[in-house]
């Protein structure tokens, strides 16, 4: 088992920044491709930003590229999600996700075994 547990949101302004985190703990992280994910009132859930263990990250989605990086630091078991310039629109819960291998697209929720529990983040205007 995989324990993730995200955090960093909260409320701030659009234009702002924020900085979402996410620790790994129980059995070993290497390896795991790590994503983020987001999930707004309604919506389903969509695809944010991938990384793999050794730090290649997939094209991001659309409405974030040029805006958010993923990152990850092995040695912490974390992974980061930069956000900057910030729109109404990004206002959404956040997951973390985990998967010790990925056979299809990295976009796919349906390929990840491990979730967190979700930080909210809410961009006034």
């Known amino acids: 088992q995989v324990q993730l547990v995200e955090s960093g949101g909260g409320l701030v302004q659009a234009g702002d920044s924020l900085r979402l985190s996410c620790v790994a703990s129980?059995?070993?992280?290497?390896?795991?491709?790590m994503s983020w994910f987001r999930q707004a009132p309604g919506k389903e859930r969509e695809f944010v930003a991938s990384?793999?263990?050794?730090?290649?990250?997939?094209p991001y989605a659309d409405s974030v590229k040029g805006r958010f990086t993923i990152t990850r630091d092995n040695a912490k078991n974390t992974v980061y999600l930069q956000m900057n310039s910030l729109k109404p629109e990004d206002t959404a819960v956040y997951y973390c996700?985990?998967?010790?291998?990925?056979?299809?697209?990295?976009?796919?929720?349906?390929?990840?075994?491990?979730w967190g529990q979700g930080t909210q983040v809410t961009v006034s205007s």
């Open positions: 990384i793999s263990w050794i730090g290649f990250t997939t």
């Open positions: 996700a985990a998967a010790p291998s990925v056979r299809g697209r990295v976009s796919s929720s349906g390929e990840y075994a491990y």
């Open positions: 129980g059995r070993t992280f290497s390896g795991y491709t």
